[in-house]
């Protein structure tokens, strides 16, 4: 049955609210295809991590199902294993190479003299004077790159994010491609500069004796630079936005410190950026009594997933100190984020840096969110630190 009409991820209410919808789907229809997308959509948490776990018969890798990648798409993303373990582990211990005190330190630091200096006005839009530096620095500085110009690079993300929702609006491709042409530019002059330390300047000193051809690396350093900026960007602001809606899970955390990293895993499963994230069968599949013919897309709706009652107790709670806590957010398998360390670090200074603001951070005005469906983000958050021009 075609859900399409039903599921519109694009639909203003959805974009605002799609909890109610996923529990609804998840509850009645828990797997069903979507026309528009044409793709099987997954909604339990126990399907979308088997997907995510079985790479053997859910490719990302498209090539195994006959169809051609052309070079300039080929980086960590489009492998799967084997075929992906020498880029993956030389990324896994670049980054484990790096200093995550050091880089939670610098982001404190900025984020201290970026209150400070806010504090002065009535108010500010979040997304723009916070989430952006912050997301942009911490990226800049992990993968060890010139940083960008903030509004430059913030339109190259954003249509980035537009072209994922290609399958949902066609003529998002376009913005995206130019986006992502921008992006390789930007590549281009990070490979020509001087090394800084960083994941990069790792990589490239390793590339050669772990035999990875250097197409590889060019692609996957445009591709993890957005892939770092891009969400720490959006769950800053879903995470701003839930601590602002909800003081009382900020005071908690004041009063209890050790809290902090549980808390920064459930503010995440409970509304992280990445929606869903699409696998091809490789081989006919029987999930339920649904078959998946080899060559079908799978959709994991992980946002979904992150509130199936039958993984987590009270789903729609958000319970600090929850443990275990093995949401989807960062994904899950062979091709889980592989900055998630970083991100979760990123995520904690934030909160870290709201409860030392010299005032406490209060919603300024209605906040909107952006018209994208697989990265949900805000598009401008109206905070301020004064008292009379807060919104509650
Ligand atoms: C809170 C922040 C972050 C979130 C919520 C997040 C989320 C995700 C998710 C859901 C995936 C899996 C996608 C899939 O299975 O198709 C992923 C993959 C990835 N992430 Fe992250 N991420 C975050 C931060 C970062 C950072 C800081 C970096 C790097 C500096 C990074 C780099 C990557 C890369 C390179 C992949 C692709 C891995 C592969 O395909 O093997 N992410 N991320």
């Known amino acids: 049955m075609d859900l399409a009409p039903v599921y519109d991820p694009l639909d203003h209410q959805t974009l605002v609210d799609p909890y109610p919808l996923y529990a609804e789907l998840r509850a009645n229809r828990p797997i069903f295809w979507h026309d528009t997308m044409r793709s099987w959509v997954l909604t339990r948490y126990r399907d979308c991590r088997d997907v995510l776990k079985n790479y053997q018969d859910y490719a990302r890798d498209r090539r195994r199902v006959g169809e051609d990648v052309p070079e300039f798409r080929q980086s960590l993303q489009?492998?799967?294993?084997?075929?992906?373990?020498?880029?993956?582990?030389?990324?896994?211990?670049?980054?484990?190479?790096?200093?995550?005190?050091?880089?939670?330190?610098?982001?404190?630091?900025r984020l201290q003299s970026l209150f400070d200096r806010l504090a002065e006005r009535d108010t500010f839009d979040l997304m723009t004077e916070v989430a952006a530096p912050i997301a942009l620095s911490v990226t800049s500085e992990l993968i060890g790159v010139a940083e960008p110009d903030g509004p430059t690079y913030a339109e190259i993300s954003e249509?980035?994010?537009?072209?994922?929702?290609?399958?949902?609006?066609?003529?998002?491709?376009a913005v995206g491609d130019s986006a992502r042409h921008r992006l390789n530019q930007l590549v281009e002059n990070w490979l020509g500069d001087e090394d800084r330390p960083g994941v990069l300047s790792d990589v490239r000193n390793r590339a050669q004796q772990a035999q990875v051809p250097e197409h590889y690396i060019r692609n996957t350093t445009g591709m993890m630079f957005n892939a770092s900026y891009g969400t720490i960007y959006a769950t800053a602001g879903n995470v701003v936005l839930t601590l602002l809606r909800r003081p009382?899970?900020?005071?908690?955390?004041?009063?209890?410190?050790?809290?902090?990293?549980?808390?920064?895993?459930?503010?995440?499963?409970?509304?992280?950026?990445?929606?869903?994230?699409?696998r091809v069968a490789v081989c006919r599949m029987v999930v339920d009594d649904t078959v998946i013919e080899p060559g079908d897309i799978v959709l994991t709706l992980l946002a979904a997933a992150n509130r199936d009652p039958d993984q987590f107790t009270d789903p729609e709670r958000i319970v600090l100190d929850r443990a275990p806590n093995q949401h989807l957010s960062f994904g899950w398998g062979p091709h889980a984020c592989v900055g998630a360390l970083f991100g979760r670090a990123a995520i904690r200074e934030l909160i870290v840096g709201l409860l030392r603001a010299p005032r406490r951070l209060r919603l300024a005005g209605t906040p909107t969110r952006r018209p994208t469906a697989t990265v949900r983000t805000i598009g401008i958050l109206p905070v301020t630190f004064h008292p009379e021009f807060a919104a509650d």
């Not at 492998?79 to 404190?108: C, G, K, T, Y």
């Not at 980035?160 to 003529?171: F, K, N, Q, S, V």
């Not at 410190?257 to 994230?277: H, K, M, N, W």
């Open 248 to 278: 009382d899970l900020l005071d908690a955390i004041r009063a209890d410190p050790r809290l902090l990293p549980t808390a920064v895993d459930e503010l995440i499963r409970y509304d992280g950026p990445a929606q869903g994230t699409s």
């Open 78 to 109: 489009s492998l799967d294993p084997p075929h992906q373990a020498p880029l993956r582990s030389l990324l896994m211990s670049s980054f484990r190479n790096q200093e995550p005190v050091q880089i939670a330190q610098r982001v404190q630091g």
């Open 159 to 173: 249509g980035i994010a537009y072209r994922m929702d290609a399958g949902l609006a066609p003529e998002r491709a």
